[in-house]
């Protein structure tokens, strides 16, 4: 199954299953959009990132779409591993600098 | 790991004194960003460092001031800590070029906390 809809702050997946993550942003001029993750007690981690100019992009396991008709970005994990578990950040970026969202925290149930 | 490093991992302070930061970019990357992540929020920019300059800042005080070195590490002051500057402090580094900057990979931060 998959867990999708608006931006919630957390969010519990069966392990396993498909999680979506949501993330909507404010501004139209950002040159692309990154995902982090971070666990507890460390930095952000690069997950992927987005160009401004592409709507889809996939890595392992990960997926990006950019939806910039409606300013909203989602991330999804395939087959939710328990490593997955940590709070999620979308950030756009634009010139120098990095404006992150509120964050989502996954957590993986067994 | 993205090879940024950062020292201390924790340090405590009491209100009014003075802190310095230290963060040591991965090999290749000429840019150091700086932001702060106070508990449960994500990170704001502070600042970024380019050519041992500023090159961009956030809504941050005069009190929050940096410096870049040669070999590309970076230090963040804070003076005059206040308790609300209690904080993870992140440094990212990233490669700049015309029209914006790279990816920034982080390091895993300091702790700061000011009683």
């Known amino acids: 199954g998959e867990s999708v809809g608006l931006h919630l702050p957390t969010l519990s997946v069966q392990e396993g299953d498909n999680s979506i993550i949501n993330c909507a942003y404010s501004n139209s001029a950002s040159d692309y959009f990154i995902w982090y993750k971070q666990e507890s007690g460390k930095g952000p981690q690069f997950i992927i990132d987005i160009r401004s100019n592409m709507d889809k992009r996939q890595g392992q396991r990960v997926t990006v779409l950019l939806n910039k008709t409606v300013k909203h970005l989602s991330l999804q994990i395939a087959a939710t591993q328990p490593g997955d578990s940590a709070v999620y950040f979308c950030?756009?970026?634009?010139?120098?600098?990095?404006?992150f969202g509120a964050g989502t925290t996954v957590t993986v149930r067994a | 790991e993205t090879g940024v490093t950062q020292s201390p991992t924790h340090l405590i302070k009491t209100r009014g004194q003075q802190v310095t930061l230290r963060c040591s970019s991965q090999s290749g990357h000429n840019t150091v960003s700086w932001y702060q992540q106070a508990l449960g929020q994500g990170p704001q920019f502070i600042f970024q460092?380019?050519?041992?300059?500023?090159?961009g800042r956030g809504n941050f005080p005069p009190r929050f001031s940096g410096l870049q070195f040669p070999n590309y590490s970076s230090e963040l002051n804070v003076n005059a800590l206040e308790l609300d500057d209690s904080a993870l402090y992140l440094c990212?580094?990233?490669?700049?070029?015309?029209?914006?900057?790279?990816?920034?990979?982080f390091g895993p931060g300091t702790r700061l906390t000011v009683l």
């Open positions: 990212a580094s990233s490669l700049f070029h015309p029209g914006g900057t790279d990816t920034q990979y």
């Open positions: 950030a756009e970026a634009r010139d120098y600098k990095l404006s």
């Open positions: 460092y380019y050519r041992e300059e500023e090159n």
